[in-house]
Nanobody, 123 residues
Framework: QVQLVESGGGLVQAGGSLRLSCAAS????????MGWFRQAPGKEREFVAA????????IYAESVKGRFTISRDDAKNTVYLQMNTLKPEDTAVYYC????????????????WGQGTQVTVSS
């Protein structure tokens, strides 16, 4: 069982930056693929970024490529999402997700989810 707790959300002006963190419980974090998803009001949850359990591979949604960076620190059981050049359309609740020795862009690939952190980008 893995518990995930996101933090770092908030209100930021367009063009600004935020760094989200997702702290995971458990001693096998290094064997979990991790992903970030987001859900805006009235919209379906969508993929943002993912990182393999080795940390050697990452993938991004086209809408965030070049602006967002996913990374992980296995010593701290934490995955990060650095978000730069934020746009109003990035406003959403951001969720991290974990899967044992799996990763990808589909929500069904993940077994564990955090409660989410709100990101609001004002224009």
């Amino acid at each position: 069982q893995v518990q995930l707790v996101e933090s770092g959300g908030g209100l930021v002006q367009a063009g600004g930056s935020l760094r989200l963190s997702c702290a995971a419980s458990g001693r096998t974090f290094s064997s979990y693929g991790m992903g970030w998803f987001r859900q805006a009001p009235g919209k379906e949850r969508e993929f943002v970024a993912a990182i393999s359990w080795s940390g050697g591979n990452t993938i991004y949604a086209e809408s965030v490529k070049g602006r967002f960076t996913i990374s992980r620190d296995d010593a701290k059981n934490t995955v990060y999402l650095q978000m730069n050049t934020l746009k109003p359309e990035d406003t959403a609740v951001y969720y991290c997700a974990a899967a044992p020795r799996r990763w990808g862009s589909a929500a069904y690939q993940y077994d564990y989810w955090g409660q989410g952190t709100q990101v609001t980008v004002s224009s």
